[in-house]
């Protein structure tokens, strides 16, 4: 059996694992990023826990992988354009650093492109070579698998699907666009457009001051009107975002994971069939809308999975292609 | 000097010429679809137009490439699904009929992916790996090249970018999404939203009784108020689509070709205004919108480019890269 350290780094907190080559957590440690203290104290937090997982260990690593928020250059492993949550990261040479302190290969990828890589060798993907992943969480984050391969773009960019245009007359997104998909499918967004709507959380939900994207889907599966209207609102943006992403990639399954995707069946039901109801038939049939299988744990057993061969179409003995 | 036969097939016409590997057209021929009368018509055309150019010419020709509306499986070289305008030719072995009729290597490829090709090999695209190609014509297609290679998704059907929403509560498109860039960005979209606007046409203009996108963009540059509203709403619709793919894909260049994108200078200049300002720096600066520079042939010449290697990344001495 291989093992991996797996490293999964994002503005609060970072994930550290040992996995093994079925995607087994064997041993695992969370630990605040400290994004406000600086890059370099980040990095030194990525180093510590790397070397407690390795001196802990009965087992002998055969890699390390790491996914990071951001835009990641794969080929130097480096950070090419750092996010608002981890300030000052861009250029961080991650790569270079890890294989010098430890001496085993190292990958480095962006955060939602090693989750695409769980799934594929763990999860909803595995029987795929053409899909898209998209994580409904904090904001929207995606990743595009054709062929086998991860889709990158000219600068490690590509995949920054929750800023499609859904609404070129909407509201203002950060990245400067109108209307992003952002702006309706991610937590924070379906909170704000019910605290917006007038919702107030349903009478059987607790009160938590604070509207969440949870309380809304609750009320939505209990009937509650307002909630109702909300998640409709939200289902026809993101059906309208997936319908776009199918013509543009013609994918073989649409993977949904992060907090939103949690809303579970129901979620699921309503967005596959406002999907196909605005995808063109030849598109639609080739393609399945699903949930993310691989779970909390994604990022950092894709980024573990990094050390494994990905990419090369012969996932030996885990994957039946 | 190498030649090929190159064939691009729309649904009124079909552009048979011999081009030689510099990209010149030595010999040309246009008939009529003949669409209505169906798909083995329209192959029987095919045939014809090859055959006159082989018997006409001087040349030993290499190879014959296809360019044809519709969604194409390159690997069969047969249609996947047949777009309106071509009733009936989903099935179709295109090249499976031509390699058997003229005994010559033969390529197949979508309309709008042998666009890209041509502006790999002869346009705006020579110096880029990673770039979107946008025919705004009587509808809006795509093409997608990552790393040298154009995508095809699961069934050759990657691409369609004129169905990307722009505004999910807009009008219904024929695909079944609703506020599609097409439904703003084509020729016939523009002259529907003229018309829906009361312009009737500068006065500087020909009356011809309808009025046509090339009248609305000759009015938006005379300043006309009416046409200039209706391009603002154009314009923006098709930059927070762009917008939208530079995120998706993080290209170097969206390259933008079809009678629309004739309007040249100002509605390059206004769209690039826009677009970068609905694109988060990070991508921005990577990418560059660019009209297509292998003009009103690119269609016959992409697809007889066909027979030389594209997608090798060796383009010799036709391409610095």
Chains 1, 2 share one sequence.
Not at 124 to 142: E, I, N, P, Q, R
Not at 260 to 275: D, H, I, K, R, W
Not at 303 to 317: D, H, I, L, R, S
Request: proline share 3%.
């Amino acid at each position: 059996m291989s093992y991996a350290v797996g490293v999964d780094i994002g503005g609060t907190k970072i994930h550290f694992a040992v996995v093994d080559e079925e995607g087994t957590i064997t041993e695992q440690r969370i630990v605040p990023t400290g994004a406000a203290q600086g890059p370099e104290h980040v990095m030194q937090n990525v180093m510590d826990g790397i070397s407690r997982l390795m001196a802990g260990g009965g087992v002998s690593i055969d890699g390390i992988g790491i996914g990071s928020a951001g835009q990641i250059d794969c080929r130097s492993g480096s950070v090419s354009f750092a996010v608002d949550t981890l300030p000052g990261w861009t250029g961080m040479p991650i790569k270079q650093i890890v294989e010098r302190g430890f001496g085993l290969p190292t990958y480095v990828d962006n955060d939602v492109n090693v989750i695409a890589i769980a799934e594929k060798c763990f999860g909803s993907a595995k029987l795929f070579d053409h899909y898209v992943c998209l994580a409904l969480g904090t904001g929207v984050g995606g990743a595009i698998v054709e062929a086998g391969k991860l889709l990158r773009g000219s600068s490690g960019g590509a995949g920054e699907l929750g800023h499609l245009s859904v609404d070129f007359n909407g509201p203002r997104c950060s990245c400067g666009n109108y209307g992003c998909m952002e702006l309706y499918a991610s937590g924070p967004s379906i909170a704000r457009l019910a605290r917006e709507a007038g919702f107030k959380g349903g009478l059987q939900l607790s009160s938590s001051g604070e509207v969440t994207a949870k309380e809304v889907i609750a009320g939505w599966t209990e009937g509650d009107a307002l909630a109702g209207k909300v998640m409709d609102t939200v289902i026809r943006a993101l059906a309208a975002a997936i319908a776009g992403l199918i013509h543009a990639f013609n994918p073989q399954a649409v993977i949904i994971g992060g907090g939103v995707a949690e809303a579970g069946e129901p979620f699921f039901a309503a967005l596959t069939e406002q999907t196909e109801a605005r995808t063109s038939s030849s598109m639609r049939n080739d393609c399945r809308i699903m949930p993310a299988s691989v779970g909390a744990n994604a990022g950092v057993i894709g980024a573990a999975a990094q050390v494994w061969p990905f990419n090369t179409g012969a996932f030996g003995k885990r994957v039946a292609l």
